[in-house]
């Protein structure tokens, strides 16, 4: 069973749904990374292991979930709608090995990402997968544009409001500035 994400071609869309787990070339960014800690080798390795074995991805409708953890299991899950900035990142290694690091930021006030999607290799299409869904997501609510001929939405009528309130407002200006 292949990984959706290897070997794309250039006019291949992604599909965002086929990704659950991060790229096998991964466990080889971590072997690296972990090497370089030379006798914290096992302690560095280990971690980063288990978490690769255990890490799962989820994109749907409404959000993007990742869960992963042997003994503490961890689950993060955020909607479109929270989504405020996506990073990416491609260390020297990770540019060499073909992988990113996409970083979710939401408005909790933290300067960390919320979620980091690892091991990725079409991270640029995955980015503009999520931009995409969230301005999609946030656009939900927003009332359509008024047709011609039809009745005036809610929008319409405060912002004539708010005109009548400015036209008062400058009157009033004025006759202060002509009295006694």
Known sequence: MGNPQA???EAEPLDARAI??????????????SAL?????????????F???????RFDDEGVSMAWGL????????????IQDIHLTRGLIQRWLGLATLGIQTA??????EMEIVGITRAADLRDFLYERMRG????????PAEAGSEPSETDEALALLHEIRDELRAI????????
């Open 20 to 33: 659950t787990r991060p790229e096998p070339v991964l466990l080889t960014y971590y072997t690296v990374v």
């Open 71 to 82: 003994l503490f299991r961890r689950e993060t899950n955020l909607t479109y709608r929270r």
């Open 137 to 144: 997501a946030k656009g939900l609510n927003e009332a359509p």
């Open 7 to 9: 070997n794309p071609t």
């Open 51 to 57: 978490k690769y074995k255990t890490l799962r991805y």
């Open 108 to 113: 909790s006030g933290s300067s960390s990402a």
């Open 173 to 180: 200006r004025e006759r202060a500035g002509n009295g006694p």
């Open 37 to 49: 800690a030379l006798v914290f080798f096992p302690f560095v390795f280990l971690p980063q292991y």
